[in-house]
């Protein structure tokens, strides 16, 4: 084979192969938008967006939705929140994303940035802006305080951990800024400490609840066999239902 047959076989060979590599990256397409979001957020809350996403290539496409907090002076960024999805070809489908506000991000204006990218790194973004203002504060020298005067004051103690909890939570936004949970209903997770008739409850999401126990109390274990109240110990696992009053109605021991 001469020098310029070869030569032209690889320009040739390189023409088609060039053109296959964009064929295969013009298979994938997505096309994202933010069709709503919030105005203002609370540092330490939860709130909602919704996204939408077009698959506009020419084959079924795993997407990859992701919510970002982005600081327009310096690009840093905080992950909020992100899902994951497939679309069929032509498909176009409105997502729910939770947006998790860290505890701690300073109050001001920011760009909330919403990230589509295939497996195939095609990658869409869309842009709304968002600002941050501060979050409820606790007054902690008077929980103290109240402490003090009564060291049975349940609501003092329970609103000090939650403060304990959200100091220990890490900046990346991936967790749910620890809450109080409701007055009334339920809440599953380990039995952090037990004194006298009540048990303190912290769930995976640092929610806590101090609940106290009576003789209607029914306890039990997963399988429905009846305990009694010192069956229970300092990190046990726990499902409780629990009343307006803070008196658990039913203790499930997992």
């Known amino acids: 084979m001469s020098a310029i047959t070869l030569r032209a076989l690889l320009i040739v060979s390189g ?23 919030p105005a203002r957020v609370r540092a330490g809350s939860n709130a909602r967006m919704v996204a939408g996403v077009v698959n506009c290539g020419s084959c079924e496409t795993p997407v990859h939705l992701d919510a970002w907090l982005v600081d327009p002076d310096n690009m840093s960024r905080i992950h909020l929140g992100g899902e994951r999805l497939r679309l069929r070809e032509g498909e176009g489908r409105r997502v729910r994303l939770r947006l998790a506000i860290p505890n701690g991000v300073p109050s001001g204006r ?15 973004l869309a842009r709304a802006p968002i600002a941050v203002v501060p979050g409820p504060t606790l007054d902690i020298p008077r929980l103290l305080a109240r402490l003090d005067a009564n060291p049975d004051d349940d609501e003092a ?28 209903g339920s809440i599953t997770g380990e039995i952090v400490h037990k004194r006298g008739n009540k048990i303190r409850v912290v769930n995976r999401l640092g929610r806590t609840k101090t609940v106290k126990v009576d003789r209607a109390t029914v306890i039990r274990d997963e399988n429905g066999n009846p305990l009694r109240f010192n069956q229970l110990h300092e990190g046990d696992r ?9 008196t658990a109605t039913l203790i499930t021991k997992l």
Do not use: K, R, W
């Open 157 to 184: 103690m329970d609103a000090l951990f939650v403060v304990a909890e959200s100091m220990l939570e890490p900046a990346s936004g991936e967790l749910e800024a620890a809450e109080p949970v409701p007055a009334q």
């Open 110 to 124: 920011y760009m909330l940035v919403l990230t589509g990218e295939t497996s195939g790194g095609y990658m869409d």
């Open 15 to 37: 023409l088609f192969l060039g053109t296959a590599l964009a064929e295969a990256h013009a298979h994938q397409c997505i096309d994202v938008d933010i069709l709503s979001s």
């Open 238 to 246: 726990v499902e409780v239902d629990y009343d307006s009053s803070g």
